[in-house]
């Protein structure tokens, strides 16, 4: 639109130039016949030191016209010929009265701009015209060339641009291809498809933030599985255990039917702790912790406290560390109170139980010490799974505590451990030193 709007003023003006170099050549052919007024007594020679004096215009051509007919030509080379042409009977019958007449002629099929002005002698036996004409297709050479040239380059770089502009589109609209056909793969029983990640733009961060939904929606739907699974297998045994012990009751002896409601009372009271260990854990590992930056020394000596009401260990703080680090206070307190319970669990009544952290490389130990029964060699990794118990001691207990110790530790970018150094056990949490979000 730009170019064209140009280009029609550039037109414009390359016709006002002819109009005003045509008038020009009025000027300068009345200037001559003023200065030679004199000298010259015939329209003939009037004509003749015109086109000896005035050159013709570039692109243009002169005539000098004596009584109706061509007589006179510039001794210069000219664009065209006007002396065969019919244009000259037409400018001496328009100038016929003596005037000047400007105007537009087609001239074996090509434009041109003409100027007509009568030449009259006073006392001259002949009548003269000069006629100076422009091709106005060579005048305008330039411009149109121009506009070629403007023309070719503009749908050269609108091709390109659009050339451009369809690799970088497909470019960036290729991770929502992937994530379209990913999407329409994915089912609630297979999760494990991905998006690959190219580049380190905002499309492939998209990516990655995708990616690490499904990575979510996996662990969800793999914790509701497992749930379903832990939840039909644990509560088998003691359903079968109800059930067979009220089938065999004897409604007629009093003593066999408390026996069997005791039993029965106790089992369900089992099932229920099953029941909550198991809705814990599903809770932790769905969790997403809140983060706060908290100092180590002050919750080492919340938790020992808290710890001391447990009954039948003396409870020490021996060892604080100092400094901060960014946890989820509630959940912490929760899996370090959990292995303070599992360690006055299994440790001999009376025995000391210690709580302590350490500041160690990348992170902070919280640990729990006791100097119960230990664990039993290649069993450390084992009892941090679900419905593991240690086959040291007589506790007694679903199995779970470790498992949500274990989780509550992964879901702050940490891990859970056990160390038996031989007279007893130190379970450890340890967490990555890290910025509050």
């Known amino acids: 639109m730009t170019g064209s709007v140009s280009y029609l003023v550039q037109r414009d003006q390359v016709q006002r130039d002819i109009d005003a170099e045509l008038l020009r050549q009025v000027d300068a052919a009345r200037g001559v016949v003023e200065a030679e007024a004199g000298e010259v007594l ?20 002169v005539v000098g016209i004596v009584d109706g007919h061509p007589a006179l030509v510039p001794g210069t080379a000219v664009a065209f010929s006007l002396e065969d042409s019919g244009l000259v009977e037409r400018v001496v019958s328009e100038v016929s009265d003596g005037s000047a007449r400007i105007g537009t002629a087609l001239l074996d099929g090509v434009e041109i701009r003409y100027v007509g002005v009568a030449v009259l002698i006073d006392g001259a036996p002949d009548t003269g015209v000069y006629l100076v004409a422009v091709d106005v297709a060579r005048e305008l050479e330039p411009t149109n060339r121009a506009f070629t040239i403007f023309a070719v380059v503009g749908v050269a770089t609108l091709v390109a641009v659009a050339l451009a502009g369809w690799l970088v589109a497909g470019r960036l609209l290729r991770p929502l291809r992937r994530l379209r056909r990913t999407a329409e793969r994915i089912t609630a029983s297979d999760l494990r498809e991905r998006i690959p990640v190219e580049g380190n733009d905002d499309m492939s961060r998209l990516t990655e933030t995708v990616n690490d939904m499904l990575d979510r929606l996996d662990a969800a739907l ?31 002896d009093p003593g066999d039917v408390r026996r069997t409601a005791e039993l029965a009372i106790e089992e369900l009271d089992r099932m229920a702790g099953l029941v909550d260990g198991l809705a814990t854990l599903a809770e932790v590992r769905a969790t997403v912790p809140e983060l706060r930056e908290i100092d180590v020394g002050r919750l080492t000596r919340d938790v020992a406290d808290l710890a001391s009401a447990i009954p039948g260990h003396p409870w020490l703080a021996t ?34 139980i210690e709580v302590g ?53 992964r879901a702050h970018g940490g891990s859970a451990r056990v160390e038996s150094p031989g007279d007893g056990s130190r379970f450890v949490i340890n967490v990555p030193k890290g910025d509050a979000e």
């Open 42 to 61: 015939t329209a003939h020679d009037a004509l003749a030191r015109i086109l000896a004096l005035v050159p013709a215009p570039q692109n243009g051509s």
């Open 222 to 252: 793999r914790n509701q599985r497992e749930l379903l699974d832990d939840v039909r297998h644990e509560l088998r045994t003691p359903l079968t255990i109800i059930r067979g012990h009220l089938e065999l009751v004897d409604p007629a």
């Open 319 to 352: 060892e604080i560390a100092e400094g901060t680090v960014t946890v989820d206070r509630a959940l912490i307190t929760q899996a370090w109170l959990q292995l303070a319970d599992n360690a006055a669990k299994y440790a001999p009544p009376g025995t000391p």
């Open 357 to 409: 952290s350490r500041d160690v490389e990348g992170g902070f130990d919280l640990w729990v010490r006791d100097y119960g029964p230990g664990i039993a060699a290649g069993q450390e990794t084992r009892i941090f799974e679900r419905f593991v118990r240690s086959t040291e001691g007589s506790a007694h207990g679903s199995g779970l505590g470790l498992a949500i110790v274990d989780g509550i530790a």
